[in-house]
């Protein structure tokens, strides 16, 4: 069954403070692995794609890891902002038919505080 | 990036009314559009895809009769709740993508709530 499971389910640092939200997937067959952040009340806005053969993808703070070997996908945040509180979604494209498909993590809920 | 716009973001409405939401890809033609919807601390649950021209493909255990979904043209795709009720209060999210496999780009979500 392809699933997608993200830990923690939730986070509380302080900020200026580093983090790192792991995302585990049993998706086959693997096309891209995707992070998204996705505000309170807002849809997801995305951070990072990676295929298989990428290991690593940096957004600005953000910076996403990928072992296909593994399955496992990690997101670091560097020196943490209080904007950054937010809900972190890991989503696997797989394949389904003639289109690709999305399967969704249910998210780390990443509150920063002053 | 490319922008996704739904409207509306909020929406109240009477049991047993009926509701459209629009998503609009705004600056790419999206062949295919989502409709899925989330409801409180879950991740966003795959309702429907809608191709351009076509019939809608929904998920198990979604009644396509009351969620109606036309996609008319390659930059609009609409939402239609028929007879709301409470239990249909949630947040949906619409996402479009240019291509088969390509980055789907999210709306900002339409709360509904029915009383």
């Known amino acids: 069954k392809n699933q997608v499971e993200q830990s923690p389910q939730s986070l509380i640092i302080l900020e200026g403070k580093n983090c790192t939200l792991q995302c585990n997937y049993t998706v086959s067959p693997f096309s891209n692995l995707r992070w998204y952040k996705q505000d309170t009340g807002r849809g997801p806005v995305s951070l990072t794609i990676?295929?298989?053969?990428?290991n690593t993808k940096s957004n600005g703070r953000y910076t996403a890891t990928l072992d296909a070997d593994t399955k496992q996908s990690s997101l670091h945040i560097t020196a943490s902002q209080l904007s950054d509180s937010a809900s972190y979604i890991c989503v696997v494209s797989g394949y389904r038919g003639s289109q690709g498909n999305l399967i969704f993590g249910k998210g780390t809920k990443l509150s920063v505080k002053p | 990036g490319a922008v996704v716009s739904q409207h509306p973001s909020r929406v109240i409405c009477k049991s047993g009314t009926s509701v459209k939401i629009e998503c609009r890809s705004l600056?790419?033609?999206?062949?295919?559009m989502f409709w899925y919807r989330q409801f409180p601390k879950q991740s966003l649950m795959l309702m429907a895809t809608?191709?351009?021209?076509?019939?809608?493909?929904?998920e198990q255990g979604v009644e396509k009769d009351k969620f109606l979904i036309n996609h008319a043209s390659l930059t609009l795709s609409t939402l239609t709740v028929t007879s709301a009720h409470p239990e249909d209060s949630s947040f949906y999210i619409c996402s479009a993508r240019p291509g088969w496999n390509t980055e789907a780009f999210f709306g900002q979500g339409t709360r509904l709530t029915v009383v």
């Open positions: 809608s191709n351009e021209g076509s019939k809608a493909t929904y």
């Open positions: 600056d790419f033609q999206a062949t295919t």
């Open positions: 990676m295929t298989f053969s990428e």
